[in-house]
């Protein structure tokens, strides 16, 4: 059976930033019949659940693994290292079960794919990946945001 990476909210976990889930009928539909290998890169790297807010400043993911933008809370607290950590954390889980795919959660500074929020923490949108996406993307595993959350 072909393994997957998922964000773990998306699974039913309550680990997102505000201590809920975002599990969906649409999340499940697309996973069905495969191996599910869930994951929250900000808890594997240290995070609290809850925790504050965070955005990445400066750029995207991209940015962030080549050293040119950061996450930090909306308390103004740095917390990439454990943006960075998770990512890693998230590939190595991925790697160990085969994963050529991630079903991850949209707009997240860990695991949007395509957007993510801007840093201003007022809810705009720009276009670019979360850390733990562009580790994995650079690493050869496809990354869809999960559909209808």
């Given at each position: 059976?072909e393994?997957?990476?998922v964000?773990?909210?998306l ?8 201590g ?8 499940e539909?697309?996973?069905a ?8 890169p900000?808890?594997a790297g ?14 995207d993911?991209?940015?962030v ?17 454990e ?16 994963c ?6 949209p ?15 007022a ?7 979360g ?5 994995l993307?650079?690493n050869g595993?496809?990354?869809?945001p999960?559909?209808?959350?």
């Open positions: 059976m393994a997957i990476l964000s773990a909210c699974r039913g976990v309550p680990c997102r930033f505000d809920r889930h975002k599990a969906s009928a649409e999340t539909e697309a996973v019949g495969r191996e599910v290998v869930s994951f929250c900000e808890v240290g995070l609290a659940t809850p925790r504050r807010a965070a955005e990445l400043v400066g750029g993911g991209h940015d693994l080549d050293g040119n933008a950061r996450v930090v809370e909306d308390t103004g607290r740095d917390v990439t290292a943006f960075l950590e998770g990512a890693r954390r998230a590939l190595a889980a991925a790697r160990h079960k085969g050529t795919e991630a079903l991850l959660m707009r997240s500074p860990s695991c949007g794919r395509g957007e993510v929020y801007d840093g201003s923490f809810g705009d949108l720009v276009r670019g990946d850390v733990t996406a562009a580790l993307g650079r595993i496809t990354v869809r999960a559909p209808g959350v």
